[in-house]
């Protein structure tokens, strides 16, 4: 068989912040998808925001040490904040990032817009919309979505890097989203 998919691939997806931090693991198994584990890093705790960023290291180094992601996806920090909050937040993301490399797991960072676009077919969809068409598409419980949309923004830029992945099933056409939820068995 020809295919260019491998037969096994964990992905990592992570929504940074300075005060939560989201990660989301996703496993490829050919052309299925997976949640693998999704949830929270809370930095509330730490006043200083090199203790935060020294934390955010501490544990996505253990993330990336539990469950070997393949590749790293992680949403692109937006603009629009007063510039001292886009300073800490490019911080919080850059660490997050070198955690990866020292791992040598391959980085890909999507624009928040992309992702919404990818997962729900509109750039403006809400954090609402995006976990609900991501609890649909991966058959999720109500309860393994957790408290924080940090969480399953995470997982949604996961998703959006294995939607990108090439999948040979995104070769058929589909008229529109709801055709295509539709034939997947989502609405």
Known sequence: MGSAMPTEKIILGIDPGTNIMGYGVLKVMGRQAEMVAMGVIDLHKFEDHYLKLGHIFERISGIISSYLPDEMAIEAPFFGKNVQSMLKLGRAQGVAMAA????????????????????????????????????????????????????????????????????????????????????????
């Open 100 to 187: 990866a490399i020292q791992r040598q797991v391959p980085i890909t960072e999507y624009a928040p817009m992309k992702i919404k676009m990818a997962i729900t077919g509109r750039g403006t969809a809400s954090k609402e919309q995006v976990a609900d068409m991501l609890r649909r598409m991966l058959k999720l419980n109500e309860e393994d979505m957790g408290k924080y949309m940090d969480a399953t923004d995470a997982l949604g830029a996961a998703y959006c890097h294995y939607l990108q992945m090439g999948r040979p099933e995104s070769d058929k056409k589909f008229s529109s989203w709801k055709d295509f939820a539709r034939k997947k068995g989502i609405i």
